[in-house]
Each structure stands twice: as C-alpha cells, then as structure tokens.
T-cell receptor
C-alpha cells in the first residue's frame, strides 16, 4: 500500500462546477501538505502549501487538512477549462531533515465548456 | 526571476548507455531535488542536494547518482540504462531551509530503447 493514495480519475465536470480533489495518507509524521497542478508535458506547479491542520484559501482554491483522519482536500470553485490538468498532492514530515516530498499518484481533471 | 531550468528537454538513449541531466535552480536557492515520474509509479523522490552534499536519498539503485556544484547547479547521472528508466526526470529547487516550498522545472523526458 502506498503512503499517499489519490484517485486517478479522470474527473469530468462542467465549467463553473465546484471540484473536490482528495488524498489520504498513512504516515502520521506528515506535517506539510501541498497541492501541485501539472499540465501535459510540463513540470508540476505549486498551488497551495499548508502546514498542519486547517483550511487555507487562495482565490478560487481552498485546501483543507484533517490530520485526525489523515485526509486532505483541494476545492476549486467556478472551475474553468484552463483548470483541466493533473492535480498532485504531496506531503513531507518532521522526520525528514530536508526537502523530500511524497506524492500521490495524481487526479486527472477535465473541465468541459 | 527565472525559474528552474533543465537541459536537455528530450533525450533518446539505448540500453546500457549512460546519461547526464542538468538542472539550474532558481537564483538564491541552494537545495536541489530530483524526482522520477512514470505513468505506473507516479512521482518518486530520487535524491536531494544542499550545499554540494547529498542530504536525502530515495529508494533507487546505485546506478542513479547526482552531484551539486558550488553555484548550486546540479547534475544527475544514470549508468547502464534500462528500458524501465524511461521517464520524465524533474528537478525542484528550494531555499536553504528544511521543508521549504519546492519549485519544479519542466523536466527532461528520457526514452530508453
């Protein structure tokens, strides 16, 4: 079983919909949680960075972390066709003396006009 | 500020050959991490370099190695290439702290024939 699980999708939604993307994890040492967006044939682009539990909002994006359930979410409001991409969750923990990220497998999102 | 750059962008090699990939981090960033991305395994951490020293290492065989120069530029080398080494190799840079936000380059797509 992988340390970080993410539904691969694809997830297809109409333009304007609210999108919910999720990851579960097993390592209780994870403290830092990130969401990256990756367009086809490009490198991942950081969207959200959250430390420990709670919510963080940035424009149309909201990240939620529930450490008690080992569950993180990314919500996208008013989704646009340009949001069509693969979304990767990533995390790291205090037991790592550096910058090593563990990634989920990614969820492919398609927003249809 | 210029982003992370990687060269070459595309590479075709044959089994048994070796390859060297290059990464130039964002100016002022001293940590460089390397990741391998494949459709089957997703994004997997290879190693991280900080101030010319390897700080973390993932679960990859010794054929995968790297180094970092005094100007923070980094190279990774794969010797005795195997078909399974075909992947997108991504470099990410961050500042000198631990658990810092990482910014990814566009990647080098390696095809092993």
């Amino acid at each position: 079983q992988k340390e970080v699980e993410q539904d691969p999708g694809p997830l297809s939604v109409p333009e304007g919909a609210i999108v919910s993307l999720n990851c579960t994890y097993s390592n209780s040492a994870f403290q830092y949680f990130m969401w990256y967006r990756q367009y086809s044939r490009k490198g991942p682009e950081l969207l959200m960075y959250t430390y420990s539990s709670g919510n963080k909002e940035d424009g149309r994006f909201t990240a939620q972390v529930d450490k008690s359930s080992k569950y993180i979410s990314l919500f996208i409001r008013d989704s646009q066709p340009s949001d069509s991409a693969t979304y990767l969750c990533a995390m790291s923990g205090h037991n790592n003396a550096g910058n090593m990220l563990t990634f989920g497998g990614g969820t492919r999102l398609m927003v249809k006009p | 500020k210029a982003g992370v750059t990687q060269t070459p962008r595309y590479l075709i090699k044959t089994r048994g050959q070796q390859v060297t990939l290059s990464c130039s981090p964002i100016s002022g960033h001293r940590s460089v991490s390397w990741y391998q991305q494949t459709p089957g395994q997703g994004l997997q951490f290879l190693f991280e370099y900080f101030s010319e020293t390897q700080r973390n290492k993932g679960n990859f065989p010794g054929r995968f190695s790297g180094r970092q120069f005094s100007n923070s530029r980094s190279e990774m080398n794969v010797s005795t290439l195997e078909l399974g080494d075909s992947a997108l190799y991504l470099c990410a840079s961050s500042k000198d702290g631990v658990q810092e936000t990482q910014y990814f380059g566009p990647g080098t797509r390696l095809l092993v024939l």
